[in-house]
Antibody
């Protein structure tokens, strides 16, 4: 059974850092590309980042380029999103999702950036 | 960045009616890598269609996708009560990947 469980969200001040985790089960990260997608309160979906199945290629949305880093640990089957220099506009529920067109999603973790 | 434009913003229908959602891109989406998602309140998105027209596993046959290049359509042949939700298109052919702004299907 495929499962994705995000954690690491919380309240953080502008300019600070936070690392999100996504523990996956029922499949191996080496076999799938993985995404982070976010959704600000009451707003639409906003794609954030992707890492390829071989872990060699990563792409980012312009809004997070150079501030966020997507990575993974294939031994523990955990996907990460390191978020630095956080801004108020980064406030959102962050989802991890599997695949090219993501077919499995986690339940999301809320990140609130506020002073 | 490919900006996707969805229309209409809100679709008001009754159960049993046909729903048609539009998604447009300013230039061709590579390999027609266009997906559609349904999102109910408080839930994660659910993949409906990938590759513009392939139905995801477990998705009812009343959902269908069509189109290519720059214009894509999601159709629900006969709307069921559980279909009232927000629908998003996404292009995953050229990074950075992008979503449309969504269409709300209301009763």
């Amino acid at each position: 059974q495929v499962q994705l469980v995000e954690s690491g969200g919380g309240v953080v001040q502008p300019g600070k850092s936070l690392r999100l985790s996504c523990v996956v089960s029922g499949f191996n990260l080496i076999a799938y590309g993985m995404h982070w997608v976010r959704q600000a309160p009451g707003k639409g979906l906003d794609w954030v980042a992707v890492i390829s199945s071989d872990g060699q290629t990563r792409y980012y949305a312009d809004s997070v380029q150079s501030r966020f880093t997507i990575s993974r640990d294939t031994y523990t089957n955990i996907l990460y999103l390191q978020m630095d220099s956080l801004r108020v506009e980064d406030t959102a529920v962050y989802y991890c999702a599997r695949g090219g067109a993501p077919d499995h999603w986690g339940q999301g973790t809320l990140v609130t950036v506020s002073s | 960045e490919i900006v996707l434009t969805q229309s209409p913003g809100t679709l008001s229908l009754s159960p049993g009616e046909r729903a048609v959602f539009s998604c447009r891109a300013p230039h061709n989406i590579r390999n027609d890598y266009l997906a559609w998602y349904q999102q109910r309140p408080g839930q994660a998105p659910r993949l409906l269609i990938y590759g513009a027209s392939s139905r995801a596993p477990g998705i009812p046959a009343r959902f269908s996708g069509s189109g290519s290049g720059t214009e894509f359509t999601l159709t629900i042949s006969r709307v069921e009560p559980e279909d009232f939700a927000v629908y998003y298109c996404e292009q995953y052919g050229s990074p950075p990947y992008t979503f449309g702004q969504g269409t709300r299907l209301d009763i």
